[in-house]
């Protein structure tokens, strides 16, 4: 197996917009070329985190705080560093995010408006602001994402309001500004080939 350097990709994009299935699509891709590979999920990944996954999407939790949702994506995420994310950097391999801290500043920061200073704060103590060597944003209109939600069980997330959700696009936006030379901004209305054609070029050069 191919383990030439530690490599940290994150994948974001409000719900619908089709990051899992290109995040999925890379890390077989990888596993073919005979990487090293991981991919985890947020929040997921470990069984604590697991646990307080279910607790963050269970559109019945309709009392939960911004303050306490936010903290419970940190617990959540601090946990899978330290169990998993952080072991796998330090052995040279490659981690894949399906969501990261960027969901986080996008959801919470912006959608809830906690603004940006807890979510500076938080960042650098539960995840001594380890950064993703490159973020993926698979950017979506929220007419489309929402068509392609309709057929779903949604979960508290995918229900909230087209309000809440275009500030949540909108804050994944300007954090890619903020930062172009760690986001690749694709448009999540391309065929998944076209979209893959795209990310697997990126990934490459930071493997070459």
Same mark, same amino acid.
């Given at each position: 197996?191919?383990?030439?350097?530690?490599?940290?990709?994150?994948?974001?994009?409000?719900?619908?917009? !089709?990051? *899992?299935?290109?995040?999925?699509?890379?890390?077989?891709?990888?596993?073919?070329?005979?990487?090293?590979?991981?991919?985890?999920?947020?929040?997921?990944?470990?069984?604590?985190?697991?646990?307080?996954?279910?607790?963050?999407?269970?559109?019945?939790?309709?009392?939960?705080?911004?303050?306490?949702?936010?903290?419970?994506?940190?617990?959540?995420?601090?946990?899978?560093?330290?169990? $998993?994310?952080?072991?796998?950097?330090?052995?040279?391999?490659?981690?894949?995010?399906?969501?990261?801290?960027?969901?986080?500043?996008?959801?919470?920061?912006? !959608?809830?408006?906690?603004?940006?200073?807890?979510?500076?704060?938080?960042?650098?103590?539960?995840?001594?602001?380890?950064?993703?060597?490159?973020?993926?944003?698979?950017?979506?209109?929220?007419?489309?994402?929402?068509?392609?939600? *309709?057929? $779903?069980?949604?979960?508290?997330?995918? *229900?909230?309001?087209?309000?809440? $959700?275009?500030?949540?696009?909108?804050?994944?936006?300007?954090?890619?500004?903020?930062?172009? *030379?760690?986001?690749?901004?694709?448009?999540?209305?391309?065929?998944?080939?076209?979209?893959?054609?795209?990310? $697997?070029?990126?990934?490459?050069?930071?493997?070459?």
């Amino acid at each position: 197996m191919k383990t030439k350097r530690a490599l940290f990709i994150s994948f974001e994009g409000i719900d619908g917009s !089709g990051k *899992s299935t290109q995040v999925k699509m890379l890390y077989h891709y990888l596993l073919n070329e005979g990487y090293v590979v991981h991919l985890f999920r947020e929040p997921g990944g470990t069984s604590i985190s697991e646990k307080i996954r279910s607790i963050l999407l269970d559109k019945n939790n309709v009392e939960m705080t911004p303050i306490a949702e936010v903290l419970l994506y940190f617990a959540s995420r601090n946990q899978l560093l330290h169990e $998993k994310v952080l072991p796998a950097l330090e052995r040279g391999e490659i981690v894949l995010m399906d969501r990261y801290v960027d969901s986080s500043r996008a959801y919470q920061g912006v !959608g809830r408006a906690l603004g940006a200073r807890p979510l500076n704060y938080l960042t650098k103590f539960a995840t001594y602001d380890r950064k993703p060597e490159l973020t993926i944003l698979v950017d979506l209109p929220l007419e489309t994402a929402e068509d392609r939600l *309709s057929e $779903k069980n949604l979960d508290r997330f995918e *229900s909230e309001s087209m309000q809440f $959700k275009r500030k949540v696009r909108s804050g994944y936006l300007n954090l890619a500004k903020k930062e172009p *030379s760690r986001y690749l901004v694709v448009d999540g209305r391309a065929s998944p080939d076209d979209l893959f054609r795209q990310i $697997k070029l990126r990934v490459q050069e930071l493997l070459d």
